[in-house]
């Protein structure tokens, strides 16, 4: 039963992921080299939605990848879950770009673009119906929970995602990795706290719906691995 509702989903995954790549809506569905549909377990408890992706996204045609996307192991190794295991996606599956002397940059998508990429995202994630939804960042925070939303002063708190979905908004991996002395021991503190929240979040609606033991690896005693 689980292989199959597992096909089903991979199946819907790529008819839908094979629309993406044909999508021109926005200009910078014209310049992208690779459209950065998402990957990982169709099954996934978890499922991360980070902005958009970057020049190594475009190029490798995969999010998460680059210096960002080994942080983001190492966050989610710390509360025993692996890249597989989870489903990683973005607001856009296209590299918003700017230019810059030396050719062009990356950038944060602009809410139109984020609001054409909608249908897809919102499909992913009624395909995937994960337990749980961390969204990486202050884009992705606001493509869910609005323009006003501030991430310093509201993360941590769970918010009600697409389809009722609990949401947490942590530190995109990419502003952790900015962040020096002082500064990145407070952000490490609170992504470790995002962390440990989601896990305990994603055992307790995996108790409650009967379902086998949850993936756990002694995180609570672990050290945090974001450093
Ligand atoms: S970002 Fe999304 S909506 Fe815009 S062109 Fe790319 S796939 Fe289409």
Not at 70 to 93: F, H, P, Q, S
Not at 162 to 175: Q, R
């Amino acid at each position: 039963m689980i292989l199959e509702e597992r096909a089903r989903r991979e199946r819907a995954l790529q008819v839908a992921a094979a629309r993406a790549s044909a999508c021109r809506a926005c200009s910078i569905g014209a310049q992208r080299r690779n459209n950065v549909y998402g990957e990982g377990d169709p099954l996934a408890d978890l499922m991360l939605i980070g902005e958009g992706p970057g020049e190594t996204e475009d190029r490798l045609g995969r999010p998460f990848v680059g210096r960002a996307g080994e942080l983001l192991e190492k966050m989610l190794g710390a509360i025993g879950l692996a890249r597989e295991d989870v489903y990683i996606a973005n607001t856009v599956k296209c590299r918003p770009t700017l230019q810059g002397e030396r050719g062009l940059k990356n950038r944060a998508p602009v809410p139109a673009e984020m609001a054409n990429c909608r249908p897809f995202l919102d499909e992913q994630i009624e395909i995937i119906r994960p337990r749980v939804l961390l969204a990486l960042g202050a884009p992705a925070a606001k493509s869910f929970l609005g323009a006003n939303y501030a991430i310093t002063k509201q993360r941590g708190r769970w918010e009600r995602g697409p389809l009722d979905i609990p949401l947490l908004v942590t530190f995109h991996p990419a502003y952790v990795l900015r962040q020096t002395g002082g500064e990145l021991t407070a952000v490490k503190r609170l992504v470790w706290d995002d962390l440990k929240a989601v896990r305990a979040r994603i055992d307790e609606l995996a108790a409650q719906s009967g379902a086998t033991a949850p993936r756990q690896v002694g995180l609570f005693e672990a050290r945090p691995v974001v450093e």
